[in-house]
Structure formats: structure tokens, C-alpha cells
Nanobody
Framework: QVQLVESGGGLVPTGGSLRLSCTASGLTFRRYNTAWFRQAPGKEREFVGRIMLPGTITYNADSVKGRFTISRDNAQNTVYLQMNNLKPEDTAVYYC???????????WGQGTQVTVSS
């Protein structure tokens, strides 16, 4: 059974930092592309960033440019999202996802809440 478990969310003030983690089990992690998405209340899910095989990294430049960094550790079956200089508009539930192709994501985590106070 495939599981993705996110952690690291919480409440931080504007300008603060958080590091989210997503640990996978039940699959060969190193064979999957990994990504982060987020969804704020009343809004559609938004792409944040991804690491594609064999290592290409892409960000949603408009919203997280220069503030967020995505990385992965295949030995730990984990993908990370380092978030710095957080803003109230970053408040959302953050989800990790893994996919075996370039278009779709096969498995999703349950989400972790990030709240940035103004």
C-alpha cells in the first residue's frame, strides 16, 4: 500500500520559515517524479514546485520565486519543501504528490496545514 505522509506544517508569523517533509512508502521512490501543491480556502489547487527525474526542478515562479526550495533524498524516500520569507498569502494546505510520468500524479499525501499570520 502506497502512503505519502507530510509533516512540518504549522503557524508562523510573516517572514518566518518552515520546512515541509513528505515521506513515501510502498513504492520505489527514486523512480517517481515528486511535486508540491497547495490549496487555500475557497481557491483551486495550485502547483508549487516539482523535481522531475533525473533532477530537473521547476517552481511556480509567480508565487514562490526565490523563497521556496524543493529537494529530495532518495535514501530517505523523502521530498522537502523549504519555505522562507513566508507571507499571509502562502496560507494553505500543502500536499505532496508523486508520479510515474510527465503529466499525471499517481499518489497524494493527506496534506499539512501552513498558516502565516500577518
Amino acid at each position: 500500500q502506497v502512503q505519502l505522509v507530510e509533516s512540518g506544517g504549522g503557524l508562523v508569523p510573516t517572514g518566518g520559515s518552515l520546512r515541509l517533509s513528505c515521506t513515501a512508502s510502498g513504492l520505489t521512490f527514486r523512480r517517481y517524479n515528486t511535486a508540491w501543491f497547495r490549496q487555500a480556502p475557497g481557491k483551486e489547487r495550485e502547483f508549487v514546485g516539482r523535481i522531475m527525474l533525473p533532477g530537473t526542478i521547476t517552481y511556480n515562479a509567480d508565487s514562490v520565486k526565490g523563497r521556496f526550495t524543493i529537494s529530495r533524498d532518495n535514501a530517505q524516500n523523502t521530498v522537502y519543501l523549504q519555505m522562507n520569507n513566508l507571507k499571509p498569502e502562502d496560507t494553505a494546505v500543502y500536499y505532496c504528490a508523486v508520479g510515474s510520468n510527465l503529466v499525471t500524479y499517481d499518489y497524494w499525501g493527506q496534506g499539512t496545514q501552513v498558516t502565516v499570520s500577518s
